[in-house]
Nanobody, 122 residues
Framework: QVQLVESGGGLVQAGGSLRLSCAVSGRTLSTYPMGWFRQAPGKERESVAHITWNGGGTTYADAVKGRFTISRDNAENMVYLQMNSLRPEDTAVYYC???????????????WGQGTQVTVSS
C-alpha cells in the first residue's frame, strides 16, 4: 500500500508562487510514475503535470505549461510541483497520485493523496 500526503497549498495573490510537496510512504517511490491533478469547484478533475519514475520525462497540461514544474526526489520519497505566475483560474484542490503508467489519464493512477487547497486571488 502507498500513502501520499500533500502539503504546501494556501492563499496567494495572482502572479505569486507556491510549491506543493507530496510525501510518499509505504513503497519505494522510484517504482511509480507520479502525477499532479486538480479539481476546481463544479469542474471535473484535470491533469496538471506528470513525471516518469526516474524524472527523465515530464508532461504538462497546456494551461500550466511554462509556469509549473514537476520534480521528484526518489531518495527522499518526495514529489514537488513548483507553481509560478499563478492565476485565479489555478484555484483548485491539488492531488498527488502514484501510477502504473506514465500518463495524463487519471485511470492510470492507483494511489491518491487527500489533496491540498490552492486559492489564487485576483
Amino acid at each position: 500500500q502507498v500513502q501520499l500526503v500533500e502539503s504546501g497549498g494556501g492563499l496567494v495573490q495572482a502572479g505569486g508562487s507556491l510549491r506543493l510537496s507530496c510525501a510518499v510512504s509505504g513503497r519505494t517511490l522510484s517504482t511509480y510514475p507520479m502525477g499532479w491533478f486538480r479539481q476546481a469547484p463544479g469542474k471535473e478533475r484535470e491533469s496538471v503535470a506528470h513525471i516518469t519514475w526516474n524524472g527523465g520525462g515530464t508532461t504538462y497540461a497546456d494551461a500550466v505549461k511554462g509556469r509549473f514544474t514537476i520534480s521528484r526526489d526518489n531518495a527522499e520519497n518526495m514529489v514537488y510541483l513548483q507553481m509560478n505566475s499563478l492565476r485565479p483560474e489555478d484555484t483548485a484542490v491539488y492531488y498527488c497520485a502514484a501510477g502504473r503508467y506514465y500518463s495524463s489519464d487519471a485511470r492510470s493512477y492507483d494511489y491518491w493523496g487527500q489533496g491540498t487547497q490552492v486559492t489564487v486571488s485576483s
